[in-house]
């Protein structure tokens, strides 16, 4: 193979991706990173993480991040912005021999003998009329990011998970009165996420209510949300100076296209372990799962992408 294949390249440059580089780095490997356009991933944009091991007082996402990315340079780790637009896992020769995968950035492509897509997922909306137009102007995925220029306005959150209570508990340092709106009257979050919910006395509930629109695009500026209560039919609109969304998350995995294996809502599908049916193809992180989607479990994947591509390239005799 010529020069210019890489031995790893490692799609994400979140706590998956960041994982499998320290791993392959250390392995002397040279694993290349590609940022994605959301660098850092979930754990960039979010406040103090309590569950991480190793950190008894809990560390800043941001801060955890960094240190990781630092981690993986010390070991030799080369980081690339950009974000991949298609990867091709199947390119053959004219004899018929396997060539070498191929990423896609638009600009250029790179050439690799292993690929770890720990791509990650990505925060969903909820497709109403005006909420695109409204993005940055009120409507946020992205508490950590922007609830800061909500100081002394009301704001609302929108879901029952865990996601909405650590948005809707971080807003209230900003907020004076933060509502959260969900549709159903049972929640998915965990047990002391809603009770700490409960508790803060600037949150309240509106339970089995949607969102039919935001208001008011005219504005350019949140000013309002027009809700309907499920139960009763009743529409209504609620003043908020801002929407933030937490809602779940969709999978970066549309750039494999359908050369892997992928379930109905598009994550990945592992056939063994983190192994993909492509040979040299290893996929780690919250791109394949549905289930746990921690910053522990993503690291784990990642660790064990890099194992796996270790192995595959000597295997291959590489
Ligand atoms: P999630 O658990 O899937 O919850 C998504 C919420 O949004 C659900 O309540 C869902 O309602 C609602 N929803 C989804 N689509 C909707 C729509 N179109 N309209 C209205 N509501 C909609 O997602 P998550 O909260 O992002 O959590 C994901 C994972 O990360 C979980 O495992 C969670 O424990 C973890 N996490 C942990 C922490 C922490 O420990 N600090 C923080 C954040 C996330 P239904 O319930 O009716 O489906």
């Given at each position: 193979?010529?020069?210019?294949?890489?031995?790893?390249?490692?799609?994400?440059?979140?706590?998956?991706?960041?994982?499998?580089?320290?791993?392959?780095?250390?392995?002397?490997?040279?694993?290349?990173?590609?940022?994605?356009?959301?660098?850092?991933?979930?754990?960039?944009?979010?406040?103090?993480?309590?569950?991480?091991?190793?950190?008894?007082?809990?560390?800043?996402?941001?801060?955890?991040?960094?240190?990781?990315?630092?981690?993986?340079?010390?070991?030799?780790?080369?980081?690339?912005?950009?974000?991949?637009?298609?990867?091709?896992?199947?390119?053959?020769?004219?004899?018929?021999?396997?060539?070498?995968?191929?990423?896609?950035?638009?600009?250029?492509?790179?050439?690799?003998?292993?690929?770890?897509?720990?791509?990650?997922?990505?925060?969903?909306?909820?497709?109403?009329?005006?909420?695109?137009?409204?993005?940055?102007?009120?409507?946020?995925?992205?508490?950590?990011?922007?609830g800061f220029f909500f100081s002394g306005k009301e704001i609302a959150v929108i879901g029952g998970g865990d996601s909405a209570m650590e948005e809707a508990l971080f807003l209230t340092r900003f907020a004076t009165k933060v509502t959260i709106i969900h549709r159903r009257n049972e929640f998915r979050a965990s047990k002391i996420m809603l009770d700490r919910a409960r508790k803060n006395e600037k949150i309240e509930f509106l339970t089995d209510t949607v969102v039919d629109d935001v208001l008011d695009a005219s504005k350019k500026e949140v000013t309002g949300l027009r809700l309907r209560n499920l139960k009763t039919g009743e529409q209504w609109d609620l003043p908020s100076s801002a929407m933030f969304l937490g809602i779940g998350h969709t999978p970066n995995a549309q750039f494999v296209g359908d050369q892997l294996a992928r379930d109905g809502d598009g994550y990945l599908i592992a056939s063994e372990h983190v192994c993909s049916r492509a040979p040299g193809v290893f996929i780690s992180g919250d791109v394949a799962d549905r289930r746990y989607r921690q910053a522990v479990t993503a690291a784990g994947t990642g660790c064990m992408a890099a194992l796996e591509a270790e192995k595959y390239l000597e295997q291959i005799g590489k």
């Open positions: 193979m010529p020069d210019n294949v890489r031995n790893v390249i490692i799609v994400g440059s979140g706590c998956s991706g960041l994982t499998a580089a320290i791993y392959a780095a250390r392995a002397n490997l040279s694993p290349v990173v590609i940022d994605g356009h959301e660098p850092g991933g979930q754990l960039a944009i979010t406040t103090l993480v309590e569950n991480f091991p190793g950190f008894p007082e809990g560390i800043q996402g941001p801060e955890l991040i960094d240190n990781m990315r630092m981690q993986a340079a010390r070991f030799g780790a080369e980081f690339m912005p950009g974000h991949v637009v298609s990867v091709d896992l199947s390119r053959k020769a004219a004899d018929g021999s396997k060539k070498p995968l191929e990423v896609n950035l638009g600009r250029e492509s790179l050439l690799s003998r292993t690929l770890i897509l720990a791509s990650g997922a990505s925060a969903r909306w909820l497709g109403l009329p005006n909420e695109q137009a409204l993005i940055g102007h009120g409507v946020s995925s992205c508490a950590t990011c922007d």
